[in-house]
């Protein structure tokens, strides 16, 4: 019986991850709102799974079905609306140099590290994408250390997904360790936000292998509103920065949750509270499902404008979108 204790200590955060809402009725239950009626939406489930983590599911207002946070993972009949222009695969990523490997913009390379996600928001553009069944294998990841070796225009490496922190620690150990052995790869990035909807993934094992990597370390959030980030959430974030592994933000901008002028302020005042520098604001990529997500450009660029004239510079995001082809991220200027 004490062998059977010792044998396997699941984290934390992978018991929380078991214990997620995948089904709206029992959603909107624990949030005391009364699932009846909404069935044609809940259907949307069947254009993608709906997955939402008890943390995350805590932060929501109890009895609001407009809460910013369940109307980015609630499923919605909107998403059956199909709309000219947007398309299963807004940024024909199934172009790649590898299974599981992108390499568009010169100097970093994105490893899809992991296929699933801790949460599914209802506007991800990859909502058509098949990740779940792509994990990709340490074989495939070797292939991917032998492709960096004979690039030597790459020096920073992408982690994302998915969502990489899917993967255990050990996992994402044994990575970097390969990572390190090739000397022009100075940074190691990190897209995720499995922390976001529970904070409990940044174990100390996780922060002490970035601190310790000889690659610097940076982790990129993904944060739409000011209610995500918990008092937990706050206090993991502020070891992380400690350590000295750097912490940004990417959020995107999104119809119905953040396209107020105080969404966006209260946003970055609260990640700088929190020691996360805002990075990007994304305008959506137009996938199909997620049109009622969309805002017209003139009232993005509006939106810009009022914050430009609002928020210190450093905590500007840039606001961009991706466009196919193009050698970076495009900035979209007022
Ligand atoms: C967004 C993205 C990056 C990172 O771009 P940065 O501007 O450096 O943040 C790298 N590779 C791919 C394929 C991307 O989509
Ligand atoms: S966490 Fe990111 S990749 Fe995963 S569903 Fe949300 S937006 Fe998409």
Not at 206 to 218: E, F, N, Y
Request: hydrophobic residues 45%; charged residues 25%; contains cysteine.
């Amino acid at each position: 019986m004490i062998q059977q204790a010792v044998a396997t200590v699941e984290p934390q955060w992978q018991k929380e991850l078991k214990q997620s809402f995948t089904r709206p009725e029992e959603l909107l239950r624990f949030l005391n709102i009364e699932p009846q009626g909404l069935e044609a939406d809940f259907a949307a489930r069947d254009l993608f799974a709906m997955r939402v983590p008890r943390p995350f599911a805590n932060l929501m207002t109890k009895g609001d079905l407009n809460d910013p946070l369940l109307k980015q993972v609630l499923p919605l009949k909107e998403e059956f609306k199909q709309v000219p222009g947007y398309v299963a695969d807004p940024l024909a990523e199934h172009k790649s140099a590898l299974p599981g490997l992108l390499h568009k913009y010169k100097s970093r390379v994105l490893v899809v590290f992991r296929g699933g996600c801790a949460v599914n928001c209802r506007y991800c553009f990859r909502r058509h994408f098949p990740y779940q069944d792509n994990n990709v294998n340490k074989a495939q990841l070797l292939e991917h250390i032998q492709y960096l070796r004979d690039h030597a225009e790459v020096n920073e490496v992408i982690l994302s997904g998915g969502d990489p922190l899917m993967a255990k620690d050990e996992h994402v150990a044994w990575f970097i360790n390969e990572l390190e052995a090739i000397p022009h790869i100075l940074r190691l990035r990190i897209h995720s936000r499995l922390p976001v909807v529970i904070p409990s993934r940044l174990t100390s094992n996780l922060i002490d292998t970035l601190a310790s990597s000889r690659l610097k370390a940076v982790l990129v959030l993904h944060i739409n509103h000011a209610n995500e980030i918990s008092d937990e959430l706050a206090k993991a974030c502020r070891s992380v920065r400690e350590k000295g592994i750097w912490l940004l933000n990417q959020a995107v901008l999104l119809s119905g949750i953040n396209h107020e002028l105080e969404d966006q302020i209260n946003l970055s005042e609260a990640l700088f509270a929190a020691d996360i520098q805002p990075y990007y604001l994304h305008l959506l990529d137009k996938v199909a499902g997620a049109s009622h997500f969309d805002l017209p450009e003139t009232d993005a660029l509006g939106l810009y404008q009022a914050m430009m004239a609002a928020l210190p510079g450093f905590l500007l995001p840039r606001l961009v979108r991706e466009i196919g082809g193009e050698a970076s991220k495009t900035p979209v200027l007022p």
